[in-house]
């Protein structure tokens, strides 16, 4: 890597003096109160230290660092750490201008020790952070000096991971990592990156853990990285040039500098979580009389099975199954009228347990539902039965009136509309099923639905019917496919997969008791007309997916990040058809057993998540557009391809506060000189293609 630095020095010192001679006029003209100033864009300045950094043969337990203006520690239990890790945290104080660290243990010898405070220390007035500082200082008579840089993204979406911990271990037994702590150990800032500092030479495993219990060890819980490569900390020097120009832009001097680099610096950690769950039964309860609701910790590998033993009668098939996605939940619709008067039910239900060797075993318990009610619904209840068990005397007085009036000959006209009406009013209306279906504007790409509010047992086809309007204003009939549902899981919304004709209008007609739910309630008749929209309004994509081999499918994100449409590449390409005209924006996922959906890592396997990448544009798309992009996915450095618009972790905004002096710097033709040859730790221009072990190999400048 080559730095050039181009600086133009003037001679100044007639300017200087004049200057000076004006500030001193000014001076002695204008006595009174100073106002309030500039404004501070800077960070705070460490002046000095107990010990001095660096230092060698610390024996004490307190270190002194003092700064150039009051500073806060911000959130110093997620973001300073020390290491080697202590048994007992030291204690860390914020006081005026200076920054005061006590150790509770005692230390080891001949041993370098790091306090990595990353972005935790910025100013009191204007909170601008002192981002990436560290000190260190050794027990020994000499101190380690080499550093590791890189930066860790989440592997499913590539945002960037703040305040997590990465560290070095020299013991390379993959055990190490779940039993050890790290030998070395620093935080990501705000935009997931990291620096470890003071590192001692030799080889090294490094990895990332978002460490929730605080032992700097990975339990298969937390969320973690790991490269299989070892770690070699080196060094390396490079030249750069300074030129110095007169004060008429002629080449005066140029100066050589030799400077160091420390290497790796371009590491990335893909942070995923295994999504390991120990399983056990978490919960039950008896959401209804006609709902039993089962909880796990996670998925059962299959469905449990289950035997009645209490009520002791009860028909074989006494319920409907509802789950979700995740299948951790189970809710049983009981279809059995003896069982949904029970008071009590008991099942003995066989289910999948994890042992304490982490393997899965078959358990079997007992799991009673009663049924739960409060005391102000059991006097609610209690309160509807006397007033029903009244109204039902007095409709008895009321038919007995007429009777006798009618035996008399009398008129019954009063006492008739008095007794018709209380018995109305004691009829129990009948139960309608509550149904919904496709009216309106409908998507080229939609499909007919159903959707009711209680699981659907029964549909009758005969009694569903589609028309489509012609030209002449006249309906025909379209035939119509089985309504399914609209995946294994859903007992509430059905489907009927087919392809409606565009720039058109249909007529939707569901009649009375054509769709049923479990508890035989039916629907009323439904007609609902829809226009199906002209393949006009949309547009089409076709995405040319270049620089990998293998599986793979894209994703298409809508200007929130979801995602609206998945795709699969057949022949390097993948084809979006009838898409609304908008914004979109594209992920793909090198997706290795060609499941469909991305896995995650393990790391007991050695296996890294699949990999993630990102268009680095948005997509924006017209009405009747056919647009064909090439994409290929190592064009961009992976850290740089997640469009701004959709990402979810935006870094602390420094820049903020800083962006008045960079503006001003600018204005007067200045150079940034903030660490101007990227000589300590992470290089910001590093590029990572999303190959975490071979970047050299193909070819990435460094």
Same mark, same amino acid.
């Given at each position: 890597?080559?730095?050039?630095?181009?600086r133009?020095r003037?001679?100044?010192l007639?300017?200087?003096?004049?200057?000076?001679?004006?500030?001193?006029?000014?001076?002695?003209?204008?006595?009174?109160?100073?106002?309030?100033?500039?404004?501070?864009?800077?960070?705070?300045?460490?002046?000095?230290?107990?010990?001095?950094?660096?230092?060698?043969?610390?024996?004490?337990?307190?270190?002194?660092?003092?700064?150039?203006?009051?500073?806060?520690?911000?959130?110093?239990?997620?973001?300073?750490?020390?290491?080697?890790?202590?048994?007992?945290?030291?204690?860390?104080?914020?006081?005026?201008k200076?920054?005061?660290?006590?150790?509770?243990d005692?230390?080891?010898?001949?041993?370098?020790?790091?306090?990595?405070?990353?972005?935790?220390?910025?100013?009191?007035?204007?909170?601008?952070?002192?981002?990436?500082?560290?000190?260190?200082?050794?027990?020994?008579?000499?101190?380690?000096?080499?550093?590791?840089?890189g930066?860790?993204?989440?592997?499913?979406?590539?945002?960037?991971?703040k305040?997590?911990?990465?560290?070095?271990?020299?013991?390379?037994?993959d055990?190490?990592?779940?039993?050890?702590?790290?030998?070395?150990?620093?935080?990501?800032n705000?935009?997931?990156?990291?620096?470890?500092?003071?590192?001692?030479?030799?080889?090294?495993?490094?990895?990332?853990?978002?460490?929730?219990?605080?032992?700097?060890?990975?339990?298969?819980?937390?969320?973690?990285?790991?490269?299989?490569?070892?770690?070699?900390?080196?060094?390396?020097?490079?030249?750069?040039?300074?030129?110095?120009?007169?004060?008429?832009?002629r080449?005066?001097?140029?100066?050589?500098?030799?400077?160091?680099?420390?290497?790796?610096?371009?590491?990335?950690?893909?942070?995923?979580?295994?999504?390991?769950?120990?399983?056990?039964?978490?919960?039950s309860?008896?959401?209804?009389?006609?709902?039993?609701?089962?909880?796990?910790?996670? !998925?059962?590998?299959?469905?449990?099975?289950?035997?009645?033993?209490?009520?002791?009668?009860?028909?074989?098939?006494?319920?409907?199954l509802?789950?979700?996605?995740?299948?951790?939940?189970?809710?049983?619709?009981?279809?059995?009228?003896?069982?949904?008067?029970?008071?009590?039910?008991?099942?003995?239900?066989?289910?999948?347990?994890?042992?304490?060797?982490?393997?899965?075993?078959?358990?079997?318990?007992?799991?009673?539902?009663?049924?739960?009610?409060?005391?102000?619904?059991?006097?609610?209840?209690?309160?509807a039965?006397?007033?029903?068990?009244?109204?039902?005397?007095?409709?008895?007085?009321?038919?007995?009136?007429?009777?006798?009036?009618?035996?008399?000959?009398?008129?019954?006209?009063?006492?008739?509309i008095?007794?018709?009406?209380?018995r109305?009013?004691?009829?129990?209306?009948? !139960?309608?099923?509550?149904?919904?279906?496709?009216?309106?504007?409908?998507?080229?790409?939609?499909?007919?639905?159903?959707?009711?509010?209680?699981?659907?047992?029964?549909?009758?086809?005969?009694?569903?019917?589609?028309?489509?309007?012609?030209?002449?204003?006249?309906?025909?009939?379209?035939?119509?496919?089985?309504?399914?549902?609209?995946?294994?899981?859903?007992?509430?919304?059905?489907?009927?997969?087919?392809?409606?004709?565009?720039?058109?209008?249909?007529r939707?007609t569901?009649?009375?008791?054509?769709?049923?739910?479990?508890?035989?309630?039916?629907?009323?008749t439904?007609?609902?007309?829809?226009?199906? !929209?002209?393949?006009?309004?949309?547009?089409?994509?076709?995405?040319?997916c270049?620089?990998?081999?293998?599986?793979a499918?894209?994703?298409?994100?809508?200007?929130?990040?979801?995602?609206?449409?998945?795709?699969?590449?057949?022949?390097?390409?993948?084809?979006?058809?009838?898409?609304?005209?908008?914004?979109?924006?594209?992920?793909?996922?090198?997706?290795?057993?060609?499941?469909g959906?991305?896995?995650?890592?393990?790391?007991?396997?050695?296996?890294?998540?699949?990999?993630?990448f990102?268009?680095?544009?948005?997509?924006?798309?017209?009405?009747?557009?056919?647009?064909?992009?090439?994409?290929?996915?190592?064009?961009?450095?992976?850290?740089?391809?997640?469009?701004?618009?959709?990402?979810?972790f935006?870094?602390?905004?420094?820049?903020?506060?800083?962006?008045?002096?960079?503006?001003?710097?600018? !204005?007067?033709?200045?150079?940034?000189?903030e660490?101007?040859?990227?000589?300590?730790?992470?290089?910001?221009?590093?590029?990572?293609?999303?190959?975490?072990?071979?970047?050299?190999?193909?070819?990435?400048?460094?």
């Amino acid at each position: 890597m080559q730095f050039e630095t181009m600086r133009i020095r003037f001679h100044i010192l007639p300017m200087l003096v004049l200057a000076l001679v004006a500030l001193a006029v000014t001076s002695c003209a204008n006595i009174g109160s100073p106002e309030g100033g500039p404004r501070d864009y800077t960070p705070p300045v460490m002046l000095r230290s107990n010990p001095a950094p660096g230092a060698v043969n610390f024996n004490g337990k307190k270190i002194e660092i003092n700064f150039d203006e009051i500073v806060n520690i911000k959130d110093q239990t997620t973001r300073v750490v020390v290491s080697p890790a202590p048994t007992n945290q030291p204690i860390i104080r914020a006081q005026g201008k200076k920054i005061t660290v006590e150790f509770q243990d005692e230390l080891e010898p001949n041993t370098t020790y790091v306090i990595d405070f990353t972005d935790a220390i910025e100013d009191n007035n204007e909170g601008n952070v002192l981002d990436g500082f560290s000190f260190a200082f050794s027990t020994g008579d000499h101190i380690d000096s080499l550093q590791v840089s890189g930066m860790v993204l989440r592997a499913s979406d590539l945002e960037p991971m703040k305040n997590v911990l990465v560290g070095l271990h020299s013991n390379l037994d993959d055990s190490a990592f779940t039993t050890t702590p790290f030998s070395r150990v620093s935080r990501t800032n705000s935009r997931g990156e990291f620096t470890l500092r003071n590192v001692s030479p030799g080889d090294y495993h490094i990895f990332a853990l978002r460490d929730v219990d605080g032992d700097y060890k990975m339990v298969r819980t937390e969320d973690m990285a790991f490269l299989d490569q070892v770690i070699v900390p080196s060094t390396c020097e490079f030249t750069s040039q300074d030129t110095v120009f007169t004060f008429d832009h002629r080449v005066d001097t140029i100066l050589t500098a030799t400077h160091t680099e420390f290497l790796p610096n371009d590491l990335l950690l893909s942070l995923f979580n295994e999504d390991y769950r120990s399983l056990y039964f978490k919960k039950s309860e008896r959401q209804g009389d006609n709902k039993l609701f089962v909880l796990f910790s996670a !998925k059962q590998p299959e469905m449990p099975t289950t035997r009645v033993l209490e009520p002791r009668t009860y028909i074989d098939d006494w319920y409907k199954l509802e789950t979700r996605e995740a299948q951790d939940s189970l809710i049983y619709w009981i279809t059995d009228s003896t069982m949904i008067k029970a008071d009590t039910i008991r099942l003995e239900m066989t289910y999948w347990n994890t042992a304490e060797n982490d393997s899965l075993v078959q358990k079997t318990d007992t799991v009673t539902f009663a049924r739960k009610r409060s005391a102000s619904e059991r006097k609610q209840l209690e309160k509807a039965a006397k007033e029903r068990e009244k109204d039902l005397k007095e409709l008895a007085k009321l038919q007995e009136k007429l009777d006798k009036l009618r035996r008399e000959g009398k008129d019954t006209t009063d006492v008739a509309i008095e007794y018709n009406g209380l018995r109305d009013m004691l009829k129990e209306k009948p !139960k309608v099923l509550k149904l919904e279906t496709s009216k309106g504007a409908v998507e080229i790409t939609d499909s007919l639905w159903i959707k009711t509010d209680t699981p659907i047992g029964t549909i009758d086809p005969s009694g569903i019917h589609l028309e489509k309007m012609n030209s002449d204003s006249t309906w025909t009939v379209v035939e119509l496919p089985t309504m399914v549902p609209s995946n294994e899981w859903d007992v509430y919304r059905y489907v009927a997969p087919t392809r409606l004709e565009q720039n058109t209008d249909y007529r939707l007609t569901i009649d009375a008791k054509a769709v049923q739910s479990i508890y035989g309630i039916a629907c009323d008749t439904v007609r609902v007309t829809f226009k199906v !929209k002209s393949e006009e309004e949309y547009a089409n994509l076709h995405v040319n997916c270049l620089g990998f081999d293998g599986s793979a499918f894209v994703q298409l994100l809508d200007r929130n990040g979801k995602v609206l449409r998945k795709v699969e590449v057949n022949d390097h390409y993948a084809d979006f058809y009838d898409i609304l005209p908008e914004t979109y924006y594209l992920m793909m996922v090198l997706d290795r057993n060609a499941n469909g959906k991305w896995d995650t890592g393990n790391y007991g396997k050695h296996l890294q998540p699949e990999d993630v990448f990102y268009y680095w544009g948005a997509v924006k798309l017209k009405k009747f557009s056919d647009i064909t992009l090439t994409w290929n996915v190592y064009e961009m450095p992976v850290d740089k391809q997640k469009p701004e618009a959709i990402r979810k972790f935006h870094p602390e905004d420094r820049g903020s506060k800083l962006k008045k002096k960079e503006d001003d710097k600018k !204005k007067q033709g200045e150079e940034d000189e903030e660490d101007e040859f990227n000589s300590n730790g992470f290089i910001k221009n590093s590029s990572y293609t999303g190959n975490k072990y071979d970047d050299v190999k193909r070819g990435v400048q460094r």
